[in-house]
């Protein structure tokens, strides 16, 4: 028996997919006309799906997910819900797999220095830099509590923490502000409780927010060194667009430029001093 929209009768489908798809699209703000009409299916057989009267198909799932902007780790959720196998692998950055982007990641991270550059997962857990880095690392108060420093770092703990890198940032409410904001919209679109759990941990630190009287065109990050010179960047994100892999998928290489000459020639020089990754890719 057909319904008038050509779609099979079925008895009740038990599948936690539901209120899983229904949450996404709660958290977009679309009404089940408005997704139906993207995802190009019938307002009624998304009513069924969301209510367990029927069960998607993995073609549909995917579609759903994709027209929700859903991303690759909770799209793999949803199809584990549905009663499906996971759509998206997830390997080592090490994997023999991986190498050509792993080598990739690398020249990038050279062809840098001596700025900062860093490559970091979706939870901002440190995974590769340069000797740039090692430059702020550097910069960081020797009394700095031992779980900031020890792997997984989490770059976002490590510099606002009230003693990690944050007593070095001149513009320290600017830049919380900023850096909060980022993570705040992260948080919210990826649904991820570890980026929730952060915003909040870090939300607690002292320092202000004041997103209101920046000047120029970016946010900068302005560094005081040990020897009182001031470094000033403006960063730049990167990412793997066309990623079929969560690793890969995940992961962001973040540049911190030199916003001014001065800055640029003091990196040279400090890179050119020993510094806790001087002649290390990273890894």
């Given at each position: 028996?057909?319904?008038?929209?050509?779609?099979?009768?079925?008895?009740?489908?038990?599948?936690?997919?539901?209120?899983?798809?229904?949450?996404?699209?709660?958290?977009?703000?679309?009404?089940?006309?408005?997704?139906?009409?993207?995802?190009?299916?019938?307002?009624?057989?998304?009513?069924?799906?969301?209510?367990?009267?029927?069960?998607?198909?993995?073609?549909?799932?995917?579609?759903?997910?994709?027209?929700?902007?859903?991303?690759?780790?909770?799209?793999?959720?949803?199809?584990?819900?549905?009663?499906?196998?996971?759509?998206?692998?997830?390997?080592?950055?090490?994997?023999?797999?991986?190498?050509?982007?792993?080598?990739g990641i690398d020249l990038v991270l050279s062809s840098h220095d001596?700025?900062?550059?860093l490559v970091v997962d979706r939870s901002w857990n440190l995974m590769?830099?340069?000797?740039?880095?090692?430059?702020?690392?550097?910069?960081?108060?020797?009394?700095?509590?031992?779980?900031?420093?020890?792997?997984?770092?989490?770059?976002?703990?490590?510099?606002?923490?009230?003693?990690?890198?944050?007593?070095?940032?001149?513009?320290?409410?600017?830049?919380?502000?900023?850096?909060?904001?980022?993570?705040?919209?992260?948080?919210?679109?990826?649904?991820?409780?570890?980026?929730?759990?952060?915003?909040?941990?870090?939300?607690?630190?002292?320092?202000?927010?004041?997103?209101?009287?920046?000047?120029?065109?970016?946010?900068?990050?302005?560094?005081?060194?040990?020897?009182?010179?001031?470094?000033?960047?403006?960063?730049?994100?990167?990412?793997?667009?066309?990623?079929?892999?969560?690793?890969?998928?995940?992961?962001?290489?973040?540049?911190?430029?030199?916003?001014?000459?001065?800055?640029?020639?003091?990196?040279?020089?400090?890179?050119?001093?020993?510094s806790p990754l001087s002649g290390e890719s990273g890894r």
């Amino acid at each position: 028996m057909l319904f008038s929209d050509g779609m099979p009768q079925r008895t009740a489908v038990k599948s936690a997919i539901g209120p899983l798809l229904r949450e996404w699209r709660s958290r977009r703000r679309l009404s089940q006309l408005d997704l139906s009409i993207e995802a190009d299916i019938s307002a009624r057989h998304l009513s069924f799906i969301e209510t367990g009267r029927s069960r998607p198909s993995r073609e549909l799932v995917l579609r759903l997910a994709q027209t929700l902007d859903v991303p690759m780790r909770e799209q793999n959720q949803l199809l584990i819900a549905a009663g499906f196998a996971p759509e998206f692998g997830e390997r080592s950055l090490d994997d023999p797999d991986l190498a050509p982007f792993s080598a990739g990641i690398d020249l990038v991270l050279s062809s840098h220095d001596p700025y900062p550059c860093l490559v970091v997962d979706r939870s901002w857990n440190l995974m590769r830099a340069n000797r740039g880095v090692g430059v702020l690392l550097s910069q960081i108060p020797e009394d700095a509590p031992a779980r900031l420093l020890y792997p997984p770092i989490n770059v976002l703990r490590l510099s606002l923490h009230p003693l990690g890198l944050s007593s070095r940032i001149v513009n320290l409410s600017q830049w919380r502000a900023h850096v909060l904001g980022r993570l705040g919209r992260e948080a919210a679109t990826s649904n991820s409780a570890q980026l929730r759990d952060l915003f909040d941990e870090l939300m607690e630190y002292p320092g202000g927010l004041d997103a209101e009287s920046i000047e120029g065109v970016a946010i900068p990050l302005i560094l005081r060194t040990d020897g009182g010179a001031e470094l000033e960047f403006v960063s730049m994100v990167s990412t793997f667009g066309t990623a079929h892999d969560l690793t890969l998928a995940e992961l962001s290489i973040e540049t911190f430029l030199p916003a001014n000459a001065q800055t640029a020639d003091a990196m040279r020089q400090l890179v050119g001093e020993e510094s806790p990754l001087s002649g290390e890719s990273g890894r």
